[in-house]
């Protein structure tokens, strides 16, 4: 089945420091992955999504400049929390689609666990 | 506006019991609809999906989906659950256009007493 993994499973670091999380496919090519922040007891909420090669296309209310996403190849993105404080704590989770977008499944990641301090 | 909406927040049911979750969408066009678990301290995993077809859709682990397009409904159920089926479980619909988004309901959290 297919896989996706994320880097790392958790993370505490300080405020003001930039915390950057990786997602890989691991037994497909990924033409789109989106990002998801979870808060506890809550649902998920769609952050952005990117498309390898091109720019992310962030949801609104969600500051482009504060969560930089890189989708540099079909198997990787990466989204770098910049000057991260304690409000961006959450629980971050990956998903990547193998298809064309619309029609196609998700498969999630394991998600990152990140507290600012 | 598109929304995803489960009414059950919390069920608590005993082995052997029925179980059905609600999920309802409101999608302007073709939906496509998803559900997905997650147990404890894991990721999400897909249970099952409906694109087209018989709206009666069978997934693993022994649950089943209907998509009621009269009542914007797609409900989750299974016969007979099992303490192995505690978890936290989404309904989550996305359109069948060019982006691929989901929205995702708010979650019910299923426990089942041994």
């Known amino acids: 089945g297919a896989v996706v993994s994320q880097h790392p499973s958790w993370v505490i670091c300080k405020s003001g420091t930039s915390v950057k999380i990786e997602c890989r496919s691991l037994d497909f090519q990924a033409t789109t992955m989106f990002w998801y922040r979870q808060f506890p007891k809550q649902s998920l909420m769609l952050m952005a999504t990117s498309n390898e090669g091109s720019k992310a296309t962030y949801e609104q209310g969600v500051e482009k400049d504060k969560f930089l996403i890189n989708h540099a190849s079909l198997t990787l993105s990466t989204l770098t929390v910049t000057s991260a404080h304690p409000e961006d704590s959450s629980f971050y989770i990956c998903s990547a689609s193998e298809g064309g977008p619309g029609t196609d499944t998700q498969y999630f990641g394991p998600g990152t666990r990140l507290t600012v301090l | 506006a598109q929304s995803v909406s489960q009414h059950n927040h919390h069920v608590i049911l005993s082995e052997a019991a029925s179980l059905e979750l609600g999920c309802n969408y409101s999608?302007?066009?073709?939906?496509?609809l998803f559900w997905y678990v997650q147990y404890p301290g894991q990721h999400l995993q897909l249970l099952l999906k409906y694109f087209s077809g018989d709206p009666l859709v069978k997934g693993i682990k022994g649950f089943e989906a209907e998509f009621i397009k009269s009542k914007f409904s797609f409900n989750l159920r299974k016969p007979s659950v099992q303490w192995s089926d505690t978890a936290e479980y989404f309904c989550?619909?996305?359109?069948?256009?060019?982006?691929?988004?989901?929205?995702f309901g708010q979650g019910t959290t299923l426990q089942v007493k041994p």
């Open positions: 999608y302007g066009g073709t939906v496509n």
């Open positions: 989550a619909g996305g359109g069948s256009g060019n982006t691929g988004k989901l929205i």
